[in-house]
């Protein structure tokens, strides 16, 4: 019963480089999400993914690109990290299965990721 | 444009000290509104979906309402253990997104 997985857990990069976070969903839902949650702001939209093949911008989704692999998977690259980006990453996903069911957003657990 | 305030910023109960936590919003065209607990260091983990005004729900101590233009997360005798963030968020018809407010945290002391 994994639901969400995101890896990696922490990381730590350097001004200027590159990596992406990986994300996973096991309960074969058609929506995929990452968030970022910064002190104060509370938690905001990058990019997300109303189905396979599909994505589009959040609030905030300049420095990063996304990648709707499959429908299990949702990653996101930042391709030159800036200390701005510093903060706790979510991934997040939905099955939409219409007005009143299957509305429910599921999260994983974070990835901390410092840039210095 | 849709919007979600939650209030307070914190909250710090006595264990048995029954309160209530606030969440206003505007969204064209309300699909729902959703209530998370997050604890430290973890994901928001979801608690309630409400769909229309005067539509509520409950959870052992927690019971969501909902109104046109407010949500309230009444919180009944809590104890240590339901100290986290609560998180509200909304979704509008037209979207697939939902719109978070910034969360108030509780603490409830033994």
Known sequence: NAGVTQTPKFQVLKTGQSMTLQCAQDMNHNSMYWYRQDPGMGLRLIYYSASEGTTDKGEVPNGYNVSRLNKREFSLRLESAAPSQTSVYFCASRLEQGRYSGNTIYFGEGSWLTVV | ?110
């Open chain 2, 1 to 110: 444009e849709d919007q979600v305030t939650q209030s307070p910023e914190a909250l710090r109960l006595q264990e048995g000290e029954s309160s209530s936590l606030n969440c206003s919003y505007t969204v064209s065209g309300l699909r729902g509104l959703f209530w998370y607990r997050q604890d430290p260091g973890k994901g928001p983990e979801f608690l309630f979906t409400l769909y229309s005004a005067g539509e509520e729900k409950e959870k052992e101590r927690l019971k969501a309402t909902l109104t046109k233009k407010e949500s309230f997360l009444h919180i009944t005798a809590p104890k240590p253990e339901d100290s986290a963030t609560y998180l509200c968020a909304v979704q509008a018809y037209y979207t697939d997104k939902l719109i978070f407010g910034t969360g108030t945290r509780l603490q409830v002391f033994p």
